[in-house]
């Protein structure tokens, strides 16, 4: 294992321990998987397979972090989502710009795209 793969391993690890932290059976599956495709991937030769499944691994890693959110029903029967600093939260401004005219029929009206292609 070279130095970039127990790097990318290491933050795999820190990235599912922070996204499961209180949900153990999901920690523990996800570490299994890492580790399986770490040891899947330690017969690779080829540089070029090797930097991939490292960009891989990162990609993982990043998305994680940035986009999974741990819930927590309360007693109440309402979740509690846990976001914790790597959450990556928009401001909605994306949402608010009108992105009809792309999108076709399945936005609720039909686009503009549509309308000059039947021409």
Do not use: C
Not at 10 to 26: E, G, H, R, W, Y
Request: net charge positive; aromatic share 6%.
């Amino acid at each position: 294992m070279s130095a970039t793969t127990k790097q990318a391993y290491k933050q795999a690890l820190k990235s599912i321990n922070t996204v499961f932290k209180n949900d153990f059976p999901i920690l523990k599956a996800a570490k299994t998987q890492i580790k399986q495709e770490i040891f899947k991937n330690s017969k690779l030769t080829n540089t070029e397979e090797i930097t991939e499944s490292i960009k891989k691994l990162d990609e993982i890693s990043n998305f994680l972090l940035s986009n999974l959110v741990q819930g927590e029903l309360k007693t109440n029967g309402k979740y509690f989502l846990n976001f914790h600093d790597k959450t990556e939260l928009g401001d909605n401004e994306s949402i608010k710009t009108n992105h009809t005219s792309k999108m076709g029929s399945l936005s609720g009206s039909k686009g503009t795209s549509i309308r000059s292609s039947k021409k």
